[in-house]
């Protein structure tokens, strides 16, 4: 067996996602996490499964927004299923301004009301 060419530090999201492009390439690599597998210990492992692009644009420049869209096709083709259903973004009543907010900032956004989401009135 040939030496890994490369060493990745970190078996999160980041650096699995890192090693499927390399491994793709042909490129020898390790992974090298210092608490093992993937599992709790990681971000990961708790967070990060909504891919939310146009709700970013309301704080983060151009780059991620853009990157952000493109990151939706990179899983496809990685066999995750991916579901395009928009982004729900909630607020207490008391906080509407704070969405009135959100919108101006945000592109491709409809109002809808509780029916509109399906959300339990309650
Ligand atoms: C509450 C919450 C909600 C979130 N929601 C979303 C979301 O909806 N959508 C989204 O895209 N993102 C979301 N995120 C962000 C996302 O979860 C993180 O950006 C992402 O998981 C980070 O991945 P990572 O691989 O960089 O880090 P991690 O998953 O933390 O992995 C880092 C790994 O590196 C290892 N490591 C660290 N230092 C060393 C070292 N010195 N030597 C060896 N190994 C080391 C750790 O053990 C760990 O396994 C959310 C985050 C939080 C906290």
């Known amino acids: ?9 970190g078996g999160g999201v980041a650096g699995l996602c890192l090693a499927a492009e390399l491994a793709e ?4 690599l390790r ?5 093992g597998r993937p599992a ?3 971000c990961s492992w708790w967070a990060g499964g909504m891919l939310a692009p146009f709700c970013e644009s309301e ?8 990157l952000g869209q493109e990151a939706a096709g ?20 008391r906080d509407g301004g704070e969405l009135d907010r959100f919108a101006r900032r945000t592109d491709q956004h409809e109002w809808v009301d509780a029916d509109g989401c399906g959300c ?3």
Do not use: C, K
């Not at 067996?1 to 530090?9: A, D, F, K, R, S």
């Not at 390439?25 to 020898?28: A, I, P, Q, T």
């Open 74 to 93: 990179w899983w496809q083709r990685h066999n995750v299923n991916v579901e395009r259903n928009g982004s729900l973004v909630l607020a207490l009543s």
């Open 59 to 66: 704080a983060a420049e151009e780059p991620v927004v853009r």
């Open 40 to 42: 709790e210990h990681g």
């Open 120 to 122: 339990l009135r309650g």
């Open 1 to 9: 067996m040939t030496e890994p060419q490369i060493t990745i530090v």
């Open 25 to 28: 390439r042909g490129v020898s």
């Open 31 to 35: 992974i090298f996490d210092r608490y």
